[in-house]
């Protein structure tokens, strides 16, 4: 092969990635990697049905009755 068709054949390759850069950025850019991320965390939640309403309320309840809070007289001090 000589230096002609070796320098023909990188011009073709850059053509080609230049003119699938639109649809590869789509593919593999940081977009994409948010979308499958989201797609991820929405993959692992519930609709939550009638008959289970109570419960989830009664869970709300008790995670924020479970938090710490801050009293009127610690955030005067701060």
Known sequence: MSWL???????????VAGAEWPRL???FGVDSRRRR?????K????????DE???FAA???RD?????TIDDRERRSR
């Open 5 to 15: 068709y070796i320098a023909l054949l990188a011009v073709a390759v850059v053509l």
């Open 25 to 27: 950025g789509e593919r």
């Open 37 to 41: 991320q989201r797609a991820r965390r």
């Open 43 to 50: 993959a692992s939640l519930r609709v939550v049905r009638d």
């Open 53 to 55: 309403a109570d419960e």
């Open 59 to 61: 869970s709300v309840e």
């Open 64 to 68: 924020l009755a479970n938090l710490p």
